[in-house]
C-alpha cells in the first residue's frame, strides 16, 4: 500500500509534477509544461530489487503482541513517452503509471501472540497510460488537459501455521482513471 | 542602453480532478483439514483518491535551479470492500468499509545545479503525511481503523547529454516510510507501528527527433 501512494517516477530532483522541464516526461506531470518540450521521446526503467528493513510491533490493548518482517521486495517500472509539439499546441502519449509500478511483489512473515506464525505473499502487475495536451496562450502562460487510465491485478495470499494450517487468497483487478487541468507561468523581469 | 528580460520564477499549478476505481474482488479460504470457501463481488466507480490542488515555484539563477512544490488534497470519503471467514464452515462475508481521506500533505523541495551545458547534478528532498479512517459500518459493533503514514523522500540523479539530441539520466530515489496504524473495537485494540527503507534505482533516455 504505502509505495502506492507515493509519488513513484524516479526523477532525480524530488519527483516535482507542476514545473521542471523533464523533456518527454512532461508527459505525465503538468500538461501545460508540454508547450515548453521539443517534439521527443524518452524511456526510463526503474526499480528496488531489494528493500528490507520493516519491523512492526503490534499492541494489542497496551501489550505486546507480534512482530512482522519483510523477507523480499521487488519493484520495477517503466516510462516509455512521446511528445509531438507544434508553434501554438503540443500532444503527449505516456505509457507509465501513476503512484504505482508494473510489477510489484513482497513477501512478509511474522508471530501472533508470540506463537502462531503467518507469511504474507503479495504480488501486483499493472499498466497505464497518459494522454495529455498543452496550449501555448502567450510566450509566457500555458494551459494543458492530462487524462490517465490503468488496470491492475493485485493478488495476496496469507498463509497461518496453526492447527489446522489455513490460507486466504484474495485478488483484487481494478481500472482507475484521473483527469487533471495545468497552468504554467513564466514571471520576467526588464534588466537593463 | 540594452534592455533584456530575464526569466524571474515559474509557476506551475495543477488542478486533480481524483482517481476513480472500478473494482472486482475474489475471496477464497482454504484449511488443510479441507474446509473451504469462495466469493466475488465488484464495485461502481469510486474516487479513491481525493482531488488535489498542486502548486510548484521554480527559481533560475545563473548556474543552478531552485524547486518548491506543495500538493493539499481535499478530504473526500469512498466506498470499499473487506471479507471475513467463517472458520467453522469456510464461509466468506464480503462487508462494506467507508474510508475517509482525512489529511493528505505533499511538500518537496529541489535543486539543480549544472557544471557545464552538457552536464547536471540535481537532487531532492520530499516529506508526505497521509492521514486515513476506516469504518467497518456494516458490522454490529463499532470497529474503525484510524491509519497514519509519514515518508520521507531523498533523491539525487546525475544527466549528461552525450550528443546535442541524446541525453543519459541515472537516478536514485529513496523512501523511508513510517507507518502507524491503530485498530479499535468494542472489546480490542490493536496497534501496529512499523517503518521501510525503500531504495531505487533509474536509467533513462531522452532523445529529441
Known amino acids: 500500500m504505502l509505495t502506492q501512494i507515493l509519488s513513484a517516477n524516479g526523477f532525480s530532483s524530488g519527483g516535482m509534477m507542476s514545473v521542471y522541464d ?3 516526461f512532461n508527459a505525465v506531470k503538468n500538461p501545460a509544461l508540454l508547450t515548453r518540450t521539443h517534439s521527443s521521446f524518452g524511456v526510463f526503467l526503474y526499480g528496488s530489487p531489494y528493500a528490507k528493513g520493516e519491523s512492526s510491533q503490534f499492541e494489542i490493548n497496551g501489550v505486546d503482541a507480534g512482530s512482522n518482517k519483510t523477507d523480499s521486495r521487488k519493484t520495477f517500472s517503466s516510462n516509455l513517452s512521446f511528445v509531438k509539439s507544434s508553434k501554438k499546441i ?3 502519449l505516456s505509457f507509465a503509471l501513476q503512484d504505482d509500478d508494473n510489477y510489484k511483489s513482497r513477501k512478509s512473515s511474522g508471530t501472533y501472540s508470540g506463537s502462531d506464525r503467518y507469511s504474507n505473499n503479495e504480488k501486483s502487475n499493472a499498466v497505464g497510460s497518459y494522454l495529455s495536451a498543452g496550449y501555448k496562450m502567450t510566450s509566457d502562460y500555458s494551459i494543458g488537459l492530462r487524462m490517465y ?8 495470499d496469507e498463509k497461518e501455521f496453526q492447527i489446522p494450517d489455513n490460507i486466504r487468497k484474495s485478488n483484487i483487478k481494478s481500472l482507475n482513471i484521473s ?3 495545468g497552468f504554467h507561468a513564466n514571471s520576467r523581469r526588464k534588466k537593463i | 542602453m540594452q534592455i533584456a528580460e530575464e526569466k524571474k520564477y515559474e509557476i506551475g499549478i495543477i488542478l486533480s480532478g481524483g482517481t476513480f476505481a472500478k473494482k472486482k474482488y475474489d475471496y477464497s479460504y482454504y484449511e488443510s483439514d479441507s474446509v473451504n470457501g469462495k466469493n466475488s463481488s465488484s464495485s461502481g466507480f469510486e474516487m479513491t483518491k481525493s482531488p488535489s490542488i498542486t502548486l510548484g515555484v521554480l527559481k533560475r539563477y545563473k548556474k543552478s535551479s531552485l524547486i518548491a512544490e506543495t ?3 481535499i478530504p473526500t470519503k469512498h466506498d470499499d470492500k473487506t471479507y471475513s471467514i467463517n472458520i467453522s464452515n469456510g464461509d466468506i462475508m464480503i462487508e462494506d468499509i467507508k474510508r475517509s481521506n482525512s489529511f493528505r500533505f505533499e511538500q518537496k523541495l529541489g535543486y539543480e545545479y549544472s557544471f557545464s551545458t552538457s552536464s547536471a547534478f ?5 516529506y508526505l503525511q497521509i492521514r486515513q479512517k476506516e469504518d467497518f459500518s456494516t458490522l454490529s459493533e463499532s470497529n474503525r481503523n484510524n491509519i497514519d503514514v509519514r515518508a520521507f523522500i531523498f533523491s539525487m540523479g546525475f544527466d549528461k547529454k552525450i550528443s546535442p539530441r541524446t541525453k543519459f ?4 530515489s529513496n523512501y523511508v516510510i513510517f507507518n502507524k496504524l491503530e485498530l479499535k473495537s468494542d472489546a480490542l485494540s490493536i496497534k501496529i507501528k512499523s517503518y521501510e527503507f525503500i531504495p531505487n534505482i533509474m536509467f533513462a533516455v531522452i532523445q529529441k527527433f
Open chain 1, 22 to 24: 523533464d523533456g518527454p
Open chain 1, 90 to 92: 503540443s500532444f503527449g
Open chain 1, 149 to 156: 487510465c490503468s488496470y491492475k491485478n493485485e493478488k495476496k
Open chain 1, 179 to 181: 483527469p487533471a487541468l
Open chain 2, 71 to 73: 500538493a493539499i488534497y
Open chain 2, 122 to 126: 540535481s537532487c531532492g528532498l520530499g
Open chain 2, 169 to 172: 539520466i541515472v537516478a536514485s
